[in-house]
Each structure stands twice: as structure tokens, then as C-alpha cells.
């Protein structure tokens, strides 16, 4: 996780002597936190801010060098991490592409807008929605777009430079940094990876596996280039089996007060070149595959 894009306050903290807070990205217990560095009379300290899974407040806490924390509080105005309520499904759902069918009407839909790197033409607006029971994920996207284009038909195929949105999430509790892409393009072709280490430990999921995941596009299988200026809105569904995930990671299985981290993104290159995310990114080139910036997905 980056740094807030907001420090806080002075009031919203009460600092115990005269100091200067300096913007500082940590690694704390395994996990990325946010903080900042302050020097005091007697050597550094550490004010590290840290996000609970469990109520989503922001704490603080000073840190020396072999000592706990001795100050513990919440603070106002800073950037929580984006964190996404899955409930679960009472009975199966079919797969048809419908954004507008019961199950999703009673589902909260996430944002995908923060767009980075590029101002695109155009900022296609995009949202998300998940849902989960006992044996698989279902997610659905709807996307209004302008500047669609789709070229990739085959399976794990370049599918990132079509009219694109992509779900990447992580599936074990104790292992945050460890995780799975799926990207499917506008008519519904898949690429999917497990990774240990981003770009460079990487299995790249079997076709036969992939095709056990069931998915449905509201566009018609064809592809498009070059691309259409006209306005065009278009979904994304598809349900996630537990046991393919389970073929390649341990996993810990989504039940009521289970956390994951994931993010979800919209893609496009060509005339509308963009790159966009729900949970935000900090970093100086074009890379969704950074999990340090992932939000959190909370099971109800």
C-alpha cells in the first residue's frame, strides 16, 4: 500500500513534541503500510499508519527502534483503503451477461475511476459487482465505452490490448503479495495467471481449466478493429470455480468475516489508450500488477 495522498492534520494527531512528518513507504510484518518519518532530538521515529481489516479505521502508532507503539489513534481525513462487501448468493446464478437481473440489483456496484498514466479521449465509466456462494465467484462488469476495439480470440492471447476489464485478487489470507489475473476482453476471451512474484514467477492456467469458468458477453463473438468511436455499453460476467483456484494455490475458502485483497481494472489500447482501477495506484510507469496498492474484499 502507498501513502496517503493526504497527511494528516495536525489536529488530528496529538503530536507530543514540535515535529515535521516526512512521507515514507514501510514494510511492517510482512505487509506494506503507510507512515511517516519524523525526527525527534534523540534519533528517528517512525508514525506508522496501518489500515484494521476487521473495521476499516485508520490507526496510528509511534515506532523506535525496539519499542511497541506508544501512541494508538484514530485519524481523520486520510485515504482509507478501498474495501468492497461480497455477499453471498442464496442459490446459484445463471451467466447471461445481465447487469439488470435480480441477484445484481441487490448488489452494490464498486467504481472503477481512477484513471493513470494517460488522459485518455475518452474515460470510459465502469462498474463492478461480486457476489459468492459455497463452490464459486461471480462477478459482473458494465462498461460504457466509446473506442472499442477487440482482436484476440485465443485463450491467454494478448486479450489486455482489447477493450479489456480485468480482476485480480488474491486468495489466500497469509499470502497478500501472492495472486490471480483474470482478463477478459469486450466479447468475453479469457487470460488468466496465478503469480508468486509479479512478472516473474508466473503459471499461466491451462485452456482446459480456463474453460471451466463460465463467462458471458452482452457483445456478440466478433471481432472489432478498427475501433468504433460510437458510444457502445457492454458487460462482463462470469463465475469463478473454488476448485480451479484450488488446483494452483491454497486458498482460503470465502465465508462470512473472511478478507481478501483484490483490485479491478479497465484497459484499452490504441486511439483510447487508459488504464483504470478501482482501488488507486502510485507508481511511475503503466503496471497493475502491483498488490501492494490492492483494496480489500470483505465477505458477509
Not at 489536529?11 to 514494510?27: A, K, Y
Not at 479491478?264 to 488507486?280: E, R, V
Amino acid at each position: 500500500m502507498a501513502c496517503s495522498e493526504h497527511e494528516p492534520e495536525k489536529g488530528d494527531v496529538e503530536w507530543s513534541t514540535d515535529i515535521t512528518p516526512v512521507r515514507e513507504v514501510v514494510h511492517v510484518d510482512d505487509h506494506m503500510s503507510e507512515g511517516f518519518l519524523a525526527s525527534l532530538d534523540d534519533g528517528k521515529i517512525l508514525l506508522l499508519f496501518r489500515l484494521d481489516p476487521a473495521s476499516s479505521s485508520i490507526t496510528s502508532g509511534i515506532w523506535s527502534t525496539g519499542q511497541q507503539s506508544i501512541l494508538t489513534k484514530k485519524i481523520k481525513h486520510m485515504q482509507k483503503t478501498a474495501t468492497y462487501h461480497v455477499k453471498r448468493l442464496k442459490q446459484p446464478m445463471p451467466i447471461d451477461g445481465n447487469w439488470d437481473k435480480a441477484p445484481w440489483q441487490e448488489t452494490e456496484a464498486l467504481n472503477i475511476d481512477h484513471f493513470a498514466w494517460v488522459e485518455p479521449l475518452f474515460r470510459p465509466v465502469t462498474q463492478a459487482k461480486m457476489r459468492y456462494d459455497n463452490t464459486h465467484l461471480y462477478v459482473i462488469f458494465h462498461v460504457q465505452d466509446r473506442y472499442v476495439r477487440c482482436q484476440v480470440r485465443d485463450y491467454n492471447g494478448p486479450v489486455y490490448d482489447d477493450s479489456c476489464v480485468e480482476f485480480f485478487f488474491s486468495p489466500n489470507t497469509d499470502l497478500p503479495d501472492k495472486y490471480f489475473n483474470l482478463e477478459v476482453n469486450c466479447i468475453g476471451t479469457p487470460l488468466m495467471h496465478y503469480n508468486r512474484v509479479p512478472r516473474q514467477d508466473i503459471t499461466e492456467l491451462e485452456v482446459n481449466d480456463i474453460k471451466n469458468i463460465e463467462i458471458a458477453s452482452s457483445l456478440p463473438k466478433e471481432l472489432i478493429f478498427p475501433e468504433t468511436s460510437d458510444p457502445v455499453t457492454w458487460t462482463i460476467e462470469y463465475k469463478i470455480p473454488l476448485r480451479l483456484l484450488e488446483k494452483y494455490a491454497k486458498i482460503t475458502r470465502p465465508e462470512k468475516g473472511v478478507v481478501w485483497k483484490a483490485n479491478f481494472f479497465k484497459i484499452a489500447s490504441g486511439i483510447n489508450t487508459h488504464y483504470a482501477s478501482w482501488a488507486a495506484l502510485q507508481n511511475d510507469k503503466p503496471d497493475f500488477h502491483l498488490p501492494q496498492f490492492f483494496g480489500i474484499l470483505k465477505f458477509i
